[in-house]
T-cell receptor, first 111, second 111 residues
Framework: QQPVQSPQAVILREGEDAVINCSSS?????VHWYRQKHGEAPVFLMI?????EQKGHEKISASFNEKKQQSSLYLTASQLSYSGTYFC????????????FGTGTRLQVTL | KAGVTQTPRYLIKTRGQQVTLSCSPI?????VSWYQQTPGQGLQFLFE???????NKGNFPGRFSGRQFSNSRSEMNVSTLELGDSALYLC??????????FGQGTRLTVV
C-alpha cells in the first residue's frame, strides 16, 4: 500500500518553514525520508522507527505518530539547497517488509 | 567507499525487445531493491532480493523479473517491452533494513 503525501507541491521563499506529511492506511513499522534533486538519485535524510520518536538533522526534523500512522517532515528556515522532491517510504510489518514510497512532494525554494 | 552502481545509464529499445539492467550494491550490502520511477507516479516498488532470494515483490506483470548473484549484484530483466515501460529504473542497496542507498538509475526509453 503506497503512503500518501501532502502537499503535492509547495513553493517557499528562503527562510520560510514547511511541513510535509506522510500517512498510511496500514500500521507502520518505520518511515524513511529521502530528497531527490532533478536528474539525481534520491538521497537518504532520516529514518524513524515506531515508538513516536522524533529525529533531526540541522534544520530538518521529522516526527512519527504511530497511532495515527503518520509522519511529518519539518523544514525550518529553508535554504535554496532544500529544493527538490521529497519522498517518504514506509515499511509496514517489520524489517523484512518492502519499502514502499509515496508519490513525492515537490519543494521549490526561491529568493 | 564506492556507492551503488547501475549500468547502463541510458538505454533505447524497441517495442517487443527485452532488456537487462544491472546493479552492483555497496560492498557488504545483501539487500537490493528495484524501483520504477515515472513522472507523477513516484517510486513504484518492483522487487527486493536478499541473499539471492526474492524477499518481496511489487504489483508488476511477469514480464518484469530479477535475480541476485552470490556477490549480491542484481539484474532485472524486462521482456516484451512496451512503450509504457519507459522510465527511470533505480536500485537501492542496504546493509540491514534501515537506510537504503540509491544508484543513479538507468533511463530506459522504449520506442
Amino acid at each position: 500500500q503506497q503512503p500518501v503525501q501532502s502537499p503535492q507541491a509547495v513553493i517557499l521563499r528562503e527562510g520560510e518553514d514547511a511541513v510535509i506529511n506522510c500517512s498510511s492506511s496500514k500500521a507502520l513499522y518505520s518511515v524513511h525520508w529521502y530528497r531527490q534533486k532533478h536528474g539525481e538519485a534520491p538521497v537518504f535524510l532520516m529514518i524513524l522507527l515506531k515508538g513516536g520518536e522524533q529525529k533531526g538533522h540541522e534544520k530538518i526534523s521529522a516526527s512519527f505518530n504511530e497511532k495515527k500512522q503518520q509522519s511529518s517532515l519539518y523544514l525550518t528556515a529553508s535554504q535554496l539547497s532544500y529544493s527538490g522532491t521529497y519522498f517518504c517510504g514506509t515499511r509496514n510489518t517489520g524489517t523484512a517488509s518492502k519499502l514502499t514510497f509515496g508519490t513525492g512532494t515537490r519543494l521549490q525554494v526561491t529568493l | 567507499k564506492a556507492g551503488v552502481t547501475q549500468t547502463p545509464r541510458y538505454l533505447i529499445k524497441t517495442r517487443g525487445q527485452q532488456v537487462t539492467l544491472s546493479c552492483s550494491p555497496i560492498s557488504g550490502h545483501r539487500s537490493v531493491s528495484w524501483y520504477q520511477q515515472t513522472p507523477g507516479q513516484g517510486l513504484q516498488f518492483l522487487f527486493e532480493y536478499f541473499s539471492e532470494t526474492q524477499r518481496n515483490k511489487g504489483n508488476f506483470p511477469g514480464r518484469f523479473s530479477g535475480r541476485q548473484f552470490s556477490n549480491s549484484r542484481s539484474e532485472m530483466n524486462v521482456s516484451t517491452l512496451e512503450l509504457g515501460d519507459s522510465a527511470l529504473y533505480l536500485c537501492a542497496s542496504s546493509l540491514d533494513p534501515t537506510e537504503a542507498f540509491f544508484g543513479q538509475g538507468t533511463r530506459l526509453t522504449v520506442v
